[in-house]
């Protein structure tokens, strides 16, 4: 009975995901979040979001490092709903792993993570973002990123979002933020559902490739500051994408973590849904973990400071 009682008390293990490795993985760890963002893509319906911290600390540990030595993990990005709602979650797993990272919405402050790369959501300048994220937290964040310990070490990057609708701010954004103690400003484009016609989306690649240009410009007059690499852009263009998505996606590598309806790890389709028109993917990061394949090296969660 005594070893029954402690076999029971264990954690469980995570699911089978199969016999391959990931050399990269990302983790839902909540669904909570203290903001409404208009383009989250975590709550569309076809999503496992209504689960609310149904894995304790103790599972999400055990299994996190079960899978890690299961697929071969060196990677892993933190990522809710809002991450720093289970800041002592996170900063323990963190360690779990060689390279990890966690994007965060800000406003729960910075975490001090260092060696870390931190990822801080803006999208656009104060009006902007905030029709966004909603009113006042553009300067709640300004105010995080301005008053953390710039000496500790932690890598910190804003990353903007860019939508059909707030693809007009992105130049005043970088100027608004140019002096902000950061390592560098990221871009990344809005992943559509399926069918989606919305203000957010683009209806064709065509019409995105004109911000994409705007975007190259940006790098080029500011190439310290904005950290996206040419090369990478110009695979997101029309005439290339198509090339990189669906079945040939370079994120196919990578585990996406959620936790579903019964308190258990589930991967989804893909790292932003289930339900994603892989057609108008608008993912940095897929692209340029497409680069970084034909070079034969494999980008983690901060390869975007080093472009």
């Not at 402690?6 to 016999?19: E, I, M, R, T, V």
Request: net charge negative.
């Amino acid at each position: 009975m005594a070893i029954d009682s402690l076999q029971s008390a264990l954690p469980p293990d995570p699911p089978d995901f199969g016999p391959r490795e990931f050399p990269a993985a990302l983790v839902n760890v909540t669904n909570r979040c203290n903001l409404k963002c208009t383009h989250c893509f975590i709550y569309r319906d076809a999503n496992p979001n209504a689960s609310i911290d149904k894995m304790d600390d103790a599972t999400m540990l055990h299994q996190l490092e079960v899978l890690r030595d299961r697929h071969g993990i060196k990677s892993m990005l933190f990522m809710g709903g809002e991450p720093m709602v289970r800041r002592k979650l996170v900063l323990a797993a963190m360690s779990l792993f060689e390279d990890s990272s966690i994007a965060t919405n800000g406003t729960y402050g910075i975490p001090s993570t260092p060696g870390r790369l931190v990822s801080v959501s803006l999208d656009g300048p104060s009006e902007e973002n905030d029709a966004i994220r909603g009113q006042g937290v553009f300067e709640r964040v300004e105010q995080a990123v301005r008053g953390r310990d710039r000496e500790d070490g932690t890598i910190v990057m804003l990353q903007m979002a860019i939508t059909k609708e707030n693809s007009p701010s992105i130049e005043r954004f970088v100027d608004v933020v140019a002096d902000w103690p950061v390592d560098g400003v990221a871009f990344t484009f809005y992943v559509p559902r399926k069918g989606e016609c919305s203000g957010q989306a683009w209806e064709t690649n065509q019409e995105r490739d004109e911000v994409v240009e705007r975007v190259i410009a940006l790098k080029e007059a500011y190439p310290d500051l904005v950290r996206a690499n040419v090369a990478t852009l110009r695979l997101m263009k029309s005439d290339q994408c198509g090339a990189y998505v669906g079945d040939r996606c370079a994120f196919k590598a990578m585990l996406p973590l959620y936790v579903g309806d019964g308190g258990v790890f589930e991967r989804t389709f893909c790292c932003y849904g289930n339900d994603v028109d892989c057609n108008r993917c608008g993912a940095y990061a897929v692209f340029n973990a497409v680069r970084h394949r034909g070079r034969g090296s494999t980008p983690g969660p901060t390869t975007p400071v080093s472009d």
